[in-house]
Nanobody, 114 residues
Framework: VQLVESGGGLVQAGGSLNVSCVAF????????MGWYRQSPGKGREAVAI????????IYLDSVKGRFTISRDFTKKTVHLQMNSLKPGNTATYYC????????WGQGIQLAVSS
């Protein structure tokens, strides 16, 4: 599996942004997929995870109600819609596929200005 992310960039606080991740996979994407983030000097944390069937979804507490993860199985894509962004959301965001071993995208930058 290879993951290719797109989106990201600079946005003002209160704004919205959508990031996407395409999975280049010969199979049927039967694995959990999610978005993680890492800020300078901090560890990588899970932001939103979608179960293999798209039904079981987990969010980081601080993004609940603002971020939405969704999967498009026909396009083998997972999206993260981020609304009401805050400066604290500034980080490098990584797409992850819970394959064995796990697969990571290259990471994309998101900067939220105050």
């Amino acid at each position: 599996v290879q993951l290719v992310e797109s989106g990201g960039g600079l946005v003002q606080a209160g704004g919205s942004l959508n990031v996407s991740c395409v999975a280049f996979d010969d199979g049927s994407m039967v694995y959990d997929m999610g978005w993680y983030r890492q800020s300078p000097g901090k560890g990588r944390e899970a932001v939103a995870i979608s179960g293999w069937d798209g039904e079981r979804i987990i969010y980081l507490d601080s993004v609940k109600g603002r971020f939405t993860i969704s999967r498009d199985f026909t396009k083998k894509t997972v999206h993260l819609q981020m609304n009401s962004l805050k400066p604290g959301n500034t980080a490098t965001y990584y797409c992850n596929a819970n394959t064995s071993p796990g697969t990571w995208g290259q990471g994309i930058q998101l900067a939220v200005s105050s």
